[in-house]
């Protein structure tokens, strides 16, 4: 009768008969100490992580089993010795010599007997390496990241395009002559100026558009669709169109903002194509129709559109001689014309989103391309003026009229010969090139790096730290507007650096807190950029992804290590880490100042894993059970490593 006393006594007295059962009773094979019930299932699924002086073991869980034996060897096959017994399918062996082979086994047992022996793992403990980076994460500093920055333009033409993104732009030249009412649109600059029939072939009014968030709603992504801005829209599609005397008007419509003002017409979806003008709010009031009952400018859309205010406007005078002439914009004009538009799709859709100035580049955040007299620690650049003066519309209107402050970044950096990142296009680049491109991104957020660029040595004549520079002058100015970078590119699509240089500005995109982002290649395919989405996205090969919230996350040696932290606000206790290694050679990072417990799944993208593959992902690099504060890990020469911890 002893053994039905026993199965009614507590858990550690049940232990205590399992530690019997292993050490006097079993080798591995079952033994029935009655009650007419079964032994347990073996045990599947053991793992041995080797620590310092120690050996982590973790296995699955057997049906039936009120606890487990660890049987240890220093030879394969045994004899074994037991070493512990445990209620918990995890054991930290310790007191190990390093440098020594350790075999296990677990056995699971019950008041009825125990399983076979598991299958044998074995690990070698090693003295711990002193890391040569050190990231300290703040868990008490955390923001949510915008679903946003995901993001393409056109994603719908890019090849290899990677998966799970949130976010879409219908931007560029093209669209800055666009006539909703007849899909016509010039190309300016980039073709002869020709207008045609590019965007659509349709003669449904604003199809070209909404073609496109049709597109983006069934692949799950979020809109940004540009409003005409500067003044003249295609009326024709009958080809080039002569800039000997700009603008020729009987080849261009003129934009009204506000259809009120100069009809007393009704908004309609057909609008006659013989008008003089064409109407921007009817436009917004189109499309809002075309997707009837979803509220695609709402303040809670089923799927979220948001409107672009046309495309680099210091340059139309180049881009868009056609419409524009030879003289540029002033920035006073071009401040008017924004509140106009805004207004009258205000008026129409209070809580649309709207993105603007979306700027070229530096020089037009800077001094509007020449016009303003801007000093490097003034507040004398156009970003004071814009938002200054959109400030006091807005109070005026009662309402933000620009939700968003728009520029592109294309790296100016070079590799200190004379090489524009942008333009290295090769797979086979020198060290300094390679250098140039991983190090670039620093130039958005960075204080402390100085790129090889005319911005640094002839203007600025210190670090750009650009994403810095403008929060600073939206908090002075116009507090709580959003941030967006809708085109952008580092280089190197053909090469690893590439990879590093799209996973640090995705990573640094999270970490400054900007609300949209857009990717835009300058190559009909750029598989190694594009792998730095999926260092964030899908990194596991399906729907892994990065945490929603950002954690600071600080670097002992940012020029040779970054580490961007994230948690997930649906899953307690998991963190995901995306780790960039810009130097040479192998870094020893640990990653400090999180209690991490759990297992943490290992995948890695280099030169090597990259050279067969395609499209370019990361692969499994293992994984290892975690816990405490600190957690340590070899980052390869020139990779991207991305941790999964949970």
Not at 112 to 119: E, I, L, T, V
Not at 346 to 351: R, S
Not at 356 to 371: C, D, K
Not at 433 to 460: F, G, K, M
């Amino acid at each position: 009768m002893a053994h039905r006393w026993l199965a009614r006594k507590s858990p550690l007295s049940l232990l205590a008969l399992i530690s019997a059962i292993f050490l006097f009773g079993c080798t591995g094979l079952p033994f029935n100490i009655g009650g007419g019930g079964n032994p347990p299932a073996t045990p599947t699924g053991l793992r041995a992580t080797a620590g310092n002086a120690q050996v982590t073991l973790t296995w699955l869980a057997s049906s039936g089993a009120s606890g487990y034996g660890i049987r240890r060897s220093t030879t394969s096959g045994g004899p074994y010795a037991v070493v512990a017994t445990t209620a918990a399918t995890t054991y930290s062996d310790t007191n190990l010599t390093n440098g020594t082979t350790y075999y296990y086994v677990v056995w699971a047992a019950n008041s009825h007997g125990s399983s076979a022996n598991s299958s044998e793992v074995s690990a070698t403990p090693v003295a711990a390496v002193a890391a040569d980076v050190t990231i300290t994460i703040d868990p008490t500093m955390t923001h949510a990241i915008s679903p946003y920055i995901y993001g393409v333009n056109s994603f719908s033409s890019i090849t290899g395009a990677p998966p799970l993104l949130t976010f879409d732009r219908a931007g560029g030249n093209r669209w800055t002559a666009y006539n909703w009412e007849t899909n016509a649109s010039n190309a300016g600059s980039d073709y002869l100026y020709q207008s045609d029939a590019y965007l659509s072939s349709s003669s449904t009014p604003a199809e070209a558009v909404r073609s496109f968030i049709a597109a983006d709603q069934n692949a799950g992504l979020a809109s940004l669709v540009t409003f005409q801005l500067q003044g003249l829209v295609s009326t024709d599609e009958n080809g080039p169109v002569s800039i000997a005397a700009p603008p020729d008007l009987t080849r261009f419509k003129q934009v009204v903002d506000k259809k009120s003002t100069q009809s007393a017409a009704t908004f309609t979806l057909t609008p006659p194509t013989t008008g003089a003008n064409v109407y921007m709010d009817e436009f917004a009031w189109a499309l809002d129709r075309n997707f009837s009952g979803e509220s695609i400018f709402g303040a809670s859309p089923v799927h979220a559109t948001f409107i672009s205010l046309d495309n680099e406007p210091e340059l139309w005078n180049t881009t868009h001689l056609e419409v524009q002439g030879p003289t540029r914009i002033t920035s006073d004009a071009y401040i008017t014309k924004t509140i106009t538009l805004t207004e009258a799709l205000k008026d129409q859709f209070p809580n649309a989103i709207i993105f603007g100035p979306v700027h070229y580049g530096f020089q037009g955040l800077y001094n509007w391309q020449g016009e303003l007299a801007a000093t490097p620690t003034g507040a004398n650049w156009f970003p004071d003026k814009y938002l200054a003066a959109l400030q006091t519309a807005s109070t005026t209107y009662g309402k933000n009229l620009v939700d968003v402050y728009d520029f592109h970044w294309y790296s100016e950096a070079t590799d200190g010969s004379g090489n524009r990142v942008i333009n290295l296009t090769s797979s086979t680049l020198t060290d300094a090139q390679v250098q140039a491109i991983v190090q670039s991104p620093r130039s958005l957020w960075d204080s402390t790096y100085t790129e090889n660029s005319w911005i640094t040595s002839s203007v600025l004549g210190a670090p750009i730290n650009i994403l810095g520079r403008l929060q600073s002058k939206i908090n002075a100015q116009f507090p709580g507007m959003k941030i967006a970078i809708t085109e952008y590119n580092n280089g190197g699509g053909q090469h690893i650096a590439g990879t590093l240089a799209e996973a640090d500005n995705l990573g640094i995109l999270g970490s400054q807190g900007l609300f949209a982002a857009s990717y835009w290649p300058l190559n009909t395919s750029d598989p190694y950029s594009l792998a730095g989405f999926r260092a964030f996205r899908g990194f596991d090969g399906s729907t892994a992804c990065f945490g929603d919230t950002s954690l600071l996350a600080t670097s002992s040696s940012i020029q040779d290590v970054a580490v961007y932290a994230s948690s997930d606000s649906k899953t307690a206790g998991r963190y995901v880490f995306v780790a960039i290694n810009r130097s040479t050679v192998t870094k020893v990072t640990a990653i400090s100042g999180l209690a991490l417990s759990g297992t943490a799944h290992v995948y890695q993208m280099t030169a090597a894993t990259a050279q067969s593959q395609s499209p370019i992902a990361p692969v499994s690099a293992g994984q290892m059970t975690v816990s405490g504060s600190t957690l340590t890990v070899s980052l390869p020469p020139l990779s991207v490593t991305t941790i999964d911890v949970q």
